[in-house]
C-alpha cells in the first residue's frame, strides 16, 4: 500500500472542536469516494476518539489533540489520533465494554463503538505520556 495523500491536524482538547475534527477527517476521507454510511462511521470513530482526548487525556486542564490522516492507493484510511495526556495504566481493561473511570453519565463504549465501526483499532498509552488511537478503514468503492 502506497500513501496517496496525508493530512495533519492539531486542535485544544475543549468539546467545541470535537465536531470540527470530525468534519475536517471526514471531508479528507471523502477523496476515497466511501458510502454514506462509510462516511458516518468514520465521523463516529473519530469523535469517539476524540471525546476520549478531551475527557479522561486532559481531565482538568486543556491540551493539544494531533489527528493525522493517511489514504492509501488501495482504498484505506487510517486515522491517528493521539494525545500528551495522563495516559491509560490499563489498555486491556479500558477497551473492555461498559469499563469506564469517571462513572456517571459515561457508558464505557467508546472504545467498543470504535472498534464496531472501523476494521481495526490499536491503542499505545504510556502514563503521564499520552495515548495514541490509530484506526483503519478499508473504503468499499475500492
Known sequence: MKTTNKMKLVIESRSVNEGFARAAVAAFAAQLDPTVE??????TAVSEA???CIVHAYPSTVGLIYITAELTDS???KIKIRDRGCGIA???????PLFTTLGGERSGLGFAVMESFMDKVK?????NKGTCVTMTKNIASR
Open 90 to 96: 490499563d489498555v486491556r481493561q479500558a477497551m473492555e
Open 123 to 127: 491503542v499505545t498509552s504510556t502514563v
Open 75 to 77: 482504498g484505506t484510511v
Open 38 to 43: 462509510e462516511l458516518a462511521d468514520i465521523k
Open 50 to 52: 476524540v471525546t476520549n
